[in-house]
């Protein structure tokens, strides 16, 4: 993705554990661990070496909680609505 930003919010919240040169690269990368308690999630940020201007985030493994951002956002919807981000739910049928 195209920005001048280092670090671009994708809804979790991170903490950073290491930065490391890069082999033929003048950027470096930086490391970072999901901050939710007992998720194993980690991602890797760095600036591609051709054009600086674009930013490269590499992600492993799978949150095992749903995002920080999407918590607080459904806690504010209005009960009653005839959607869900609930991945498990089937659509509604009409008798």
């Not at 490391?20 to 999901?34: D, H, M």
């Not at 992600?59 to 981000?85: I, R």
């Amino acid at each position: 993705m195209k920005s001048e930003m280092e670090v671009l919010d994708d809804g979790y919240k991170w903490r950073k554990y290491g930065k490391k040169s890069v082999k033929n690269s003048p950027n470096p990368r930086n490391y970072y661990k999901c901050s939710s308690g007992g998720c194993h999630v980690k991602k890797r940020i760095e600036r591609d070496r051709e054009d600086s201007s674009y930013v490269i985030t590499t992600y492993e493994g799978v949150h095992n909680h749903e995002s920080p951002f999407m918590a607080a956002y459904c806690n504010q919807m209005p009960p009653g609505m005839p959607w869900t981000l609930n991945p498990n739910s089937s659509p509604p049928t009409s008798t």
